[in-house]
Nanobody, 121 residues
Framework: VQLQASGGGLVQAGGSLRLPCAGS????????IAWFRQAPGKERESVAA????????YYADSVKGRFTISRDNAKNTVYLQMNSLKPEDTAVYYC???????????????WGQGTQVTVSS
């Protein structure tokens, strides 16, 4: 499966962005999907994940209550809605796919290209 993240950009603190992760080649509905981010000089971290059915979600403490992961399997797309953005959310955001939510958060099987999110103060 090929993944393409998009929707990044420059936004002021307190603003919102929605990042789509579009799948191609295979249906995303058979995969758990996770969003990761990597800020300059920092390790890549998992910020949100969702099971193939959408029945279970994971959020990192740093984004809980502000970010929402969702999926539309009919559109072969997973979304990361980011609200109340902070400068520390600035990073390159990646989506990734795997066969279970926990394993996908740790070591996904497929990676997409990243999209830059910059939050100004």
């Amino acid at each position: 499966v090929q993944l393409q993240a998009s929707g990044g950009g420059l936004v002021q603190a307190g603003g919102s962005l929605r990042l789509p992760c579009a799948g191609s080649g295979r249906t995303l509905s058979r995969y758990a999907i996770a969003w990761f981010r990597q800020a300059p000089g920092k390790e890549r971290e998992s910020v949100a994940a969702i099971t193939w059915s959408g029945s279970s979600r994971y959020y990192a403490d740093s984004v809980k209550g502000r970010f929402t992961i969702s999926r539309d399997n009919a559109k072969n797309t997973v979304y990361l809605q980011m609200n109340s953005l902070k400068p520390e959310d600035t990073a390159v955001y990646y989506c990734a796919a795997g066969y279970g939510i926990d394993s996908t958060r740790r070591a996904p099987d497929y990676w997409g290209q990243g999209t830059q999110v910059t939050v100004s103060s």
